[in-house]
């Protein structure tokens, strides 16, 4: 939680205010992140973590999270969707219109 605190106290007020409304936030919320006041939500690390580029990670904010593992599995099934994508688009199996009878589709 150091780094965010680090990270948002070296941003300008209206910086503060750019990375809230980034994140779907509070400036206040924020603050409370970083005081260890409140909990971050998963959600919102990962929205914080896009929002600093990568400055602020989802580890530093939510140590308690696997993101090992929630990456790899985002990757697994990012890849799994890749390949049904071309096994759909290889795919010569072709269906008649719906409504109509082989012998009507092939006329």
């Known amino acids: 939680m ?3 605190h680090i990270y948002l106290k070296g941003l300008t007020k209206e910086q503060r205010a750019e990375l809230a409304e980034k ?3 509070s400036v206040a919320y924020l603050w409370q992140i970083a005081y260890e006041q409140r909990r971050c939500r998963e959600a919102l690390a990962i ?3 896009k929002a600093t580029g990568r400055k602020v990670k989802v580890e530093d904010l939510r140590p308690d999270v696997d993101w090992a593992y929630v990456r ?3 990757q697994s099934i990012a890849e799994s969707a890749r390949d049904d994508v071309g096994r759909i688009e290889a795919s010569d199996d072709a269906q ?3 409504g109509t009878s082989d012998r009507e589709a092939g006329d």
Do not use: L, V
């Open 23 to 25: 994140c779907g936030t």
């Open 96 to 98: 008649p219109p719906a």
């Open 72 to 74: 790899s599995s985002a």
């Open 47 to 49: 929205e914080i973590e």
């Open 2 to 4: 150091d780094a965010f």
